[in-house]
């Protein structure tokens, strides 16, 4: 009897190899974003690779939130889940928002704050990605994860700063050459890449509010 129940009882959706896909789409997300802020005549190609791994990221989080309501059984709290894989998409969204901007307005030149904001969400990308990977024996691996989370929360205070200066760059260029278009097209982008770390900052605190509750 207990078996042919087990037989008919939906089956746990294996969750963590879908964090892991839309972790890893992240990353490469990321590596595009960072192609587009070298600028030139590779921005374009660039942003519509952003695209595509945006498309790609909804893919997944549209499988993991079915995936919840399928379930009878989860790795973990099934809020905690949703709200997980949706702060994981809220980053790649911001990418994408990002790209849009260069598209919409042609931009090809990046200033110095851009690109440094860029190559940090590329490490804010790789210690998701990594994050993310210890999630499956997370008991064993506690230690780990508060580690590599803190250094997300570390990657989005150093951005804060250069956010600053940036918009502060971004001002003084528009004072001598008066043009204020560029200044808040700049300000627009420098705005999108801060949200980028800070949906990063947010991945974090989840993953670690998912520990704190399951160790």
Not at 7 to 28: C, G, Q, R, T, Y
Not at 38 to 56: L, N
Not at 149 to 168: A, F, N
Not at 190 to 196: A, F, K, N, T, W
């Amino acid at each position: 009897m207990f078996g042919w129940f087990q037989a008919i009882m939906p089956k746990e959706l294996k969750f963590f190899p879908l964090f892991d896909a839309h972790a890893a789409i992240l990353a490469e997300g990321a590596a595009a974003l960072r192609d587009v802020l070298k600028g030139g005549d590779g921005a374009a190609d660039a942003c519509a690779r952003v695209f595509k791994h945006e498309d790609d990221a909804d893919q997944v989080t549209r499988e993991v939130l079915q995936g919840v309501r399928r379930s009878f059984i989860t790795p973990f709290d099934r809020g905690d889940i949703q709200n997980l894989i949706t702060s994981l998409d809220d980053a790649i969204d911001q990418m994408q928002k990002t790209a849009k901007v260069v598209m919409l307005f042609e931009v090809r030149t990046f200033d110095p704050a851009m690109q440094a904001m860029g190559d940090m969400i590329v490490e804010a990308a790789q210690f998701t990605k990594d994050a993310v990977a210890l999630l499956p024996r997370m008991r064993q691996n506690v230690q780990a994860l508060h580690a590599v989370t803190e250094k997300i929360v570390q990657l989005e205070d150093r951005s804060d700063e250069i956010y600053d200066q940036g918009r502060k760059a971004l001002y003084l260029a528009a004072t001598q050459t008066k043009d204020s278009m560029a200044f808040i097209i700049g300000v627009d982008i420098l705005g999108h890449l801060e949200r980028v770390l800070d949906c990063f900052e947010d991945v974090a605190n989840r993953i670690s509010g998912v520990v704190v509750e399951q160790v």
